[in-house]
Nanobody, 128 residues
C-alpha cells in the first residue's frame, strides 16, 4: 500500500491561500490516481480534486473549480493542492487518497476508485 502523509493546513482569513502537500511513500507504475478529499465538521467526506498520475489530467468538484489547483511533483513523490480565494465553507480536514486496493472499501470520485483507509489529514480553517 502506498502511504500518504498530508501537511500544510492552517488558519487563514477569507480570500487567503494555502498549499497542502501529500507525500507518498512511493510512486509505482500502478498508481493511477491521487485525490484530495475533505470533511467539514458534522458533514460527510467529499472529493475535492483528483489527478491522474500517468497523463497529469485533473478533475475538480464544482465548488472549488477556478480556485483550487492540484499538481504533482514526481521527483518528490508529492501531490499538492493550491487553494486560493478560500471561503469559510472550505473549512474542513483535508485528506489525500490513492487507488483502492482489492478487498478494501473505496469511494468513487472522478473516474477513479479511492481507498478509504484515511490518514490523519490536515486541518484548514477559514475565518470571516
Amino acid at each position: 500500500q502506498v502511504q500518504l502523509v498530508e501537511s500544510g493546513g492552517g488558519s487563514v482569513q477569507t480570500g487567503g491561500s494555502l498549499r497542502l502537500s501529500c507525500a507518498a511513500s512511493e510512486y509505482t507504475f500502478s498508481t493511477k490516481c491521487i485525490a484530495w478529499f475533505r470533511q467539514a465538521p458534522g458533514m460527510g467526506r467529499e472529493g475535492v480534486a483528483a489527478i491522474y498520475t500517468g497523463r497529469g489530467s485533473t478533475y475538480y468538484a464544482d465548488s472549488v473549480k477556478g480556485r483550487f489547483t492540484i499538481s504533482q511533483d514526481n521527483a518528490k513523490n508529492t501531490v499538492y493542492l493550491q487553494m486560493n480565494r478560500l471561503e469559510p465553507e472550505d473549512t474542513a480536514r483535508y485528506y489525500c487518497a490513492t487507488d483502492r486496493e482489492p478487498a478494501y472499501v473505496g469511494t468513487i470520485f472522478g473516474s477513479c476508485d479511492f481507498d478509504e483507509r484515511w490518514g490523519q489529514g490536515t486541518l484548514v480553517a477559514v475565518s470571516e
